[in-house]
């Protein structure tokens, strides 16, 4: 029983030691690290790669910051995007055209989702707010043209 207990360890042994020396726990990312970009004709919008990219297969995080007031037009996604508000309150719509009167407000802590290839658009009206999304990529932005 003892040989078998022995030979049990050592296998489990050859087997989980690579894996723990492959860094099963990487290093954090810090929000000090993040690399903020603003997009061209959105004032008050900010977005950074947490994880993965646009491009990149497999799964990513994106966050983003809204000055009070900033407005994120009409758009798509071409994969599913499960949204966590972070701070402030974010109001979503969905729909072709940006109509306040449809628009749900999403607290802190709040979740919502936008499913893949569906029109939504957003909308930071009570104050700052950020978010961050989840999805899979490769993925991308596609504004609706008014």
Not at 54 to 72: C, D, H, M, N, V
């Amino acid at each position: 029983m003892k040989r078998l207990i022995l030979v049990f360890l050592l296998a489990f042994s050859a087997i989980a030691c690579p894996a723990f020396s492959r860094g099963i726990c990487p290093e954090p990312v810090l929000p000090e690290t993040l690399k903020w970009v603003s997009p061209p004709g959105m004032p008050g919008v900010q977005g950074a790669w947490v994880l993965g990219s646009e491009q990149k297969p497999g799964t990513y995080l994106f966050r983003a910051r809204l000055a009070s007031g900033a407005k994120i037009p009409p758009h798509t996604h071409p994969d599913e995007r499960n949204t966590t508000v972070l701070t402030g309150i974010i109001y979503v719509g969905f729909g072709e055209k940006f109509d306040e009167t449809k628009m749900v407000a999403v607290p802190a802590g709040g979740v919502y989702i936008a499913p893949a290839n569906v029109t939504h658009y957003i909308w930071a009206r009570d104050g700052d707010a950020s978010y961050q999304e989840a999805g899979t990529a490769p993925t991308g932005t596609f504004f609706i043209r008014p």
